[in-house]
């Protein structure tokens, strides 16, 4: 497997130049925050990722985990780099400092995230969900359950899991049927069973802290009915010590097409003991808060996996020496040209590159609305959460799309080698290939961006997300480009208005294919912004490939958002034209 | 893992109606074939497909391959499969009649081929390579070597291989290393190590001849001086029987992303036995013969593939219920409706299954074409051999292209669940991976298609194939079907007359686009050809199935060649503008 080298060099650049980080946290009053945190905290951040968690992805996949008796045993190394992790107050990054957490904005956490998804997807998956958990407690638990809970799980001596699904109920969870019933004391026994839940059990902390959907006794049918809880796997006594084990078992663990250093277990709740988070019959909504943060978090993934695949790449196709190059020698001293020269392979190289460079500005810049929205107050904050919610489902599938298409040049640059387990580009596929699927697939984000994002707001956050864009537009110095982005956005919000009173079945035809056109279309006004940017950039070196890639977006990857755009006025009708005698005949 | 059921309504449409077999066979004077025949044999592949390997096909990637001291063993149930697929007849389809074949053509192996893609691919993969090594013996080899070793690789007794890369040699064969030493009896030993070897070592018959390329002493450096050599892993007496074991070792068995049922070996020659197929020197064409033959059959893996993981996503979708589809409420007994109802769930399976199908046209096509060039002699031979040489590279890549595509949509559509291994959706995304990688990676398929077929040829051989769509073109009925498949045709001819002129890095660079954009288009027109046949079909139940999917290929999938045709014209320069600095940097 190669090396991952976080990519700090390109971090800094659009930290500091493109979006100017600094200004960015003087406007938001972000106290103590600056640059020169920020580039240290990554290069923290790239130490622990590069050093204490890469060496561990391989071996994670052959590995895998084990239930056993005493519960789930994860890869060798996982629980010590995980002691190392919380030690050194990684788990804390975003935590209130009310608990302890260091409170650190999103434009800091957000690029160690992407350094730990790159370094081991497996690994990372737990403190993710974690930091979810935190989340939901935060803003819904009551004082007494933040008190008892928040601080143990956001420095990581305990850890957090969501349990929504259920055998029947995946993406509908209105069809969800664990209960609780009312205790005397206060609290609720939950009974039921969930399937794919992510560390249910692990060998990483003494206590896991369980946040379960499930129905009251009373509860109307469908999605109103649903309450969320806290459900420990140990209970917590009054003084904070740990008590009784609680009645939560794991059933079995999945075998997987990838992800193997982490469990995915199958979760019985037999009478477990647990608390009510939020208001009775609003568990949806609390759940909300964590899946639209794990949602940015399952794209960050994507773009993770994107950059390892790309390094991984671009090292073999260094090394490799096959043919000689269609423009002539390159190395008459070898017997053969290194296959970076091969015209075919630094195509997909910029594809890779473009691809996965293009969603890591719009991570950053997600980052800084997300910033605002936690500093600002107002109207500002108002916005920044109307273009956090336009963009929640955009990350989430393009960017874990655009990892399977990466992970897959990946491959391909290997040749035979790409297919075979050593060389680690295989892992990265399989790794990934989740990311499209869970915290709602990318079907069911494009049915949440063209439904209740576009249509359901009257594009309301579309115009919001337009003004945000607008603003990156009138920032550019070029001209040239600045009229081809603004172009881009025009067209953009042109398509998107065209859609508010389209029938819902229509949408739901070319819901991809809208999700698809916006991503193209929205990142490549990025890239015309990083172009605009790279000319007067510290670091030329880097700067002048940069350039290259973005002028490869602009020519060869841009260009998709036109196909999508074509299905989008074009495709909905032979979508729907069909029913079910068509597929099935005799 | 999902039933397989053989496609014989759609291979009886294409074979009878849409490509008029009987009028074929005439034609080209097959004697004694028709479509009777032809559809007792599909009939009879059919029911192998379905019972005989289909089941063994998921345990088969669980139980994986082993190599012990007496050698590689595959999958409980492989062998047998094989003992009954040899004594019924089926290893010998394609054989010379000379040799106890049964010298079918290849419009009835061809769908048979598909179907044992379907069913279990790592079992396929065995007899796939035994019959191009009956080709290359066939039409290479010398008299002495056909009586003694072709009637038992017909007849499926012994199996073959293929041994072309090295370590170091994948791509670029003129770096292989391995050496061909002339002895006294006119015999050569052979020394070296081969990689990557399907089915080097196994458990299903007493021999195996692999087919290797290696080097004479005098040889001219480059693939100029390579030869093909035929060495036995048991030596054959005079007599026809067996004797001593040859110097032919496994060293080892590779760990694969996928196709786990098929044993891939690292090959150890020791000064073995071997004898030269062709004459010196010259084994690079007639391992050819062997490859081009073997690339169509993998392009047919990516087919079967399609085929299999469409069926698996279709059954799911009817079955699983999740939600209310947005048009209304479709089973108002049920908690929820099927999924297929979804239109995001209708246009994911319309996409695999205009693909798929679309794919498979092409294939009959291109057994046709297979037919004539056995069969034929003179312009209509030569001119079926451009037709081959032109699609060869497209069949090969743009179905495995698809096979990926496709397969990951079938994860998609079984949710979370796709990811899950019992459910048997994501072990075809990892077997067909492959097919994307060997006999060629699909970089090098696009690199032949633009260099030696169009550009070397001068055009010849696209105006070959121009003539061969025309035909098809000609014969429809419908005026607009027509002059729409006429402009696809049109403009296909344009935009490849354009490349006869541009230099070897600018073809280099767009070369996948340029197969893609050939692919999508061709496919279009055999499309708008079988949408002007559906209406008199017979079968209508089926027939308006596939209209629809047809009319959605038309409305969403064809575009994308015009977004492939705009990266012909704009994409090379990008790509070429860069040189390594651009991707190293500090």
């Known amino acids: 497997m190669a090396t991952y080298n976080a990519p700090l060099v390109d971090f800094k650049f659009l930290l500091n130049e493109w979006l100017n980080i600094d200004a960015h946290y003087q406007q938001i009053n972000a106290e103590g925050m600056d640059s020169e945190l920020a580039l240290e905290v990554l290069a923290q951040g790239a130490k622990f990722a590069e050093n204490e968690i890469a060496p561990l992805n391989q071996h994670g996949d052959e590995q895998g985990c084990q239930l056993t008796n005493g519960g789930v045993t994860t890869p060798d190394g996982f629980a010590a780099a995980y002691q190392t992790y919380i030690a050194n107050g990684w788990n804390a990054m975003l935590g209130s400092a009310d608990f302890d957490g260091q409170d650190l904005p999103y434009s800091m956490a957000v690029p160690v995230h992407e ?50 699904t259920e055998p029947h109920a995946g993406t509908d969870l209105s069809l969800l049927s664990t209960k609780a019933e009312p205790q005397a004391d206060g609290s609720y026994a939950i009974t039921g069973n969930k399937i794919f839940i992510t560390a249910g059990d692990h ?18 049918k469908g999605v109103k009915g649903i309450s969320l809880f806290l459900v420990p796997k140990i209970n917590v006594n009054d003084d904070g010590s740990l008590g009784t084990p609680n009645a939560v078992s794991v059933g079995s663990i999945e075998k997987k097409m990838g992800l193997k250093g982490s469990p995915t277990c199958v979760m019985n709740y037999d009478g477990a003991r647990g608390f009510l988070i939020g208001e009775e019959h609003a568990g949806l909504a609390c759940m909300f808060t964590m899946m639209n943060d794990a949602r940015f978090q399952v794209g960050l993934q994507g773009l993770g996996i994107g950059e390892a695949s790309y390094q991984g790449a671009l090292e073999y196709a260094i090394d490799r020496l096959q043919s000689r190059a269609p423009q002539g020698v390159q190395a008459p001293d070898k017997k053969a040209d290194p296959i970076v020269f091969q015209p075919d392979v ?41 273009v956090i919610a336009y963009l929640t489902p955009i990350c989430k599938a393009f ?31 399989r790794d990934t290939r989740i990311a499209q699927l869970y915290e709602g697939t990318n079907g069911i984000q494009a049915a949440d961006l063209i439904g209740r994002k576009l249509t359901r707001s009257n594009g309301e956050m579309m115009k919001i997300t337009h003004a945000a864009f607008n603003e990156i537009v009138n920032d550019m110095a070029n001209s040239e480009y600045q009229s081809h982005a603004l ?3 025009t067209q953009w919000q042109t398509v ?35 172009l605009d940017k790279l000319p007067n950039a510290e670091n030329q070196d880097y700067a002048a490939g940069k350039i290259k890639t973005g002028e490869f977006y602009i020519a060869s990857i841009l260009p998709r958002a036109q196909q999508y755009l074509h299905t989008i006025e074009h495709g909905a009708e032979s979508v729907n034209a069909t029913d079910l005698n068509d597929f099935v005949f005799a």
Chains 1, 2 share one sequence.
């Open 346 to 386: 630094r195509r997909m190289l910029l594809i890779q590159r473009s691809l996965t460079e293009g969603c890591r500005a719009l991570s950053i810049l997600y980052a800084k609305y997300m910033d605002i929205e936690k500093y600002a107050n107002g109207e500002n904050q108002s916005n920044a959460e109307a």
């Open 399 to 429: 960017f874990t799309d655009m990892a399977t298409e990466v992970s897959n040049h990946g491959i391909q640059i290997y040749g035979g080698h790409g297919y075979i387990r050593e060389w680690g580009m295989e892992q990265y596929v």
């Open 496 to 530: 998107s208005e065209s859609l508010l009173d389209k029938s819902p079945e229509h949408c739901a035809a070319i819901a991809c294919d809208y999700l698809n056109y916006c991503a193209y279309t929205l990142i490549g006004i990025l890239w015309l912004s990083m």
């Open 115 to 164: 350094m730990l998804n790159s370094a081991n997807l497996s690994w990372r998956l737990t403190t993710m969900l974690t930091e979810s958990a935190v989340l939901a407690i935060t803003k819904h638990g009551s004082e007494e359950l933040k008190q008892r809970y928040l601080a143990n799980i956001i420095s990581g001596e305990w850890t957090g899991t969501m349990n929504l």
């Open 487 to 489: 172009g881009l956005l």
């Open 203 to 220: 060998d990483w902390s003494e206590n896991i802290i369980h946040l379960v959907l499930a129905r009251l006794p009373d509860a109307p």
